[in-house]
């Protein structure tokens, strides 16, 4: 039987204030009633963090939530205390802000959940190539690069300006907001086209799928792994290679390596060294991840039942990252 979470999809203000009466996150293990995740937002971090929990709670037997924020209000608990445990921390979009709070020790990174990922400008697929089952013709067959947009307004019309395009930005309190602002602005669009940012990636994929399944040009910001990008046909658009000098200029540059790292809080080494010794072994890739996304978007399940189902499919994958009696315990809760 599964444990009862407690208080999952609490604030972070109200988590804060419910740790403080638990603990303050700097003590040894018996003070740690609970272990909480970070939860700043997107499906991806969803799903690993329901994999994560069902196996602390049905293997290592402790009590685990969840925390909402911002990335940077997040990563700050991560520091602090507040939040023990961070599944997917895109590190190169938060690159000063990691590298600062490795370096101070306030957090540790244990592994690599993944680092063949990708993100950028996307573009619907029949947009360039046309979709012939649909009976949609190529609407821009020249494009290829971040770049060209400059001149394909009209493909990607603004619903609320007739003037200009639109380009779909991230949520204003993603860290990755920033860039593509910049890009934005280096590439000139602002001369025939406009940034917009959805308050949500609830927001995105809505306005996305819209405007998919209407055969209509559409062109933003998203990335991979997601379960949009493995149920739909886009295109990344092209940039230069990579170059760090180039990038930190003035980012004309593809998106810079991003591996995708668990951390944790410097203390829970000492708090629960077992869940700290399994989350060092946990390691999964784009495809696999998109796999659970993938089951949401086709069968509407949540993250949770997502999450359920990837274990009861990949039980070869995650016993591995587990001692044998761990392993077994949770085989036998999840049937």
């Known amino acids: 039987m599964k444990k009862k979470r407690i208080g999952t999809g609490l604030s972070l203000v109200a988590a804060i204030a419910l740790l403080s009466a638990c603990g303050d996150g700097t003590g040894n293990a018996d003070e740690l009633s609970v272990i909480t995740f970070a939860d700043a937002g997107w499906e991806s ?3 690993h963090n329901a994999i994560a929990q069902t196996i602390i709670e049905e293997g290592y037997e402790m009590d685990t939530d969840t925390t909402m924020g911002s990335t940077a209000a997040t990563v700050q608990g991560l520091r602090d205390g507040d939040i023990n445990v961070y599944m997917e921390v895109w590190t190169d979009n938060i690159r000063e802000l990691y590298d600062e709070s490795i370096e101070s020790g306030d957090i540790i990174e244990v592994s690599t959940n993944f680092d063949d990922n990708v993100q950028g400008l996307y573009v619907p697929t029949y947009v360039i190539e046309g979709d012939e ?12 690069r971040v770049d060209q947009l400059v001149d394909y307004p009209d493909v990607f019309p603004d619903p609320e300006d007739s003037s200009k395009g639109r380009v779909l930005n991230a949520p204003s309190d993603w860290a990755i907001y920033d860039d593509i602002s910049t890009k934005f602005e280096t590439y000139g669009l602002g001369e025939t086209f406009n940034l917009f940012a959805p308050g949500s990636d609830s927001g995105m994929v809505t306005d996305l799928v819209r405007a998919y399944d209407a055969g209509e040009g559409w062109v933003g910001y998203y990335w991979e792994p997601t379960g949009i990008t493995a149920k739909y046909d886009l295109t990344l658009l ?10 930190e200029e003035d980012r004309s540059t593809e998106f810079p390596p991003n591996d ?14 077992d869940v700290v010794e399994f989350l060092e072994n946990y390691e999964t890739s784009s495809a696999l991840t998109e796999e659970a996304l993938l089951y949401m978007e086709e069968d509407g399940l949540t993250e949770e039942e997502a999450a359920m189902r ?5 039980e070869d994958v995650w016993t591995s990252w587990l001692p044998e009696d761990i392993a077994e315990k949770v085989v036998n809760a999840i049937k």
């Open 45 to 47: 971090i969803r799903i």
């Open 133 to 144: 089952e649909r009976g949609i013709e190529p609407l821009a067959p020249d494009l290829r």
């Open 238 to 247: 092209e940039e230069d290679e990579y170059n760090q000098d180039q990038w």
């Open 260 to 273: 995708v790292t668990v951390a944790i809080n410097q203390h829970l080494p000492d708090q629960a060294p």
């Open 310 to 314: 990837w274990l009861e499919e990949h």
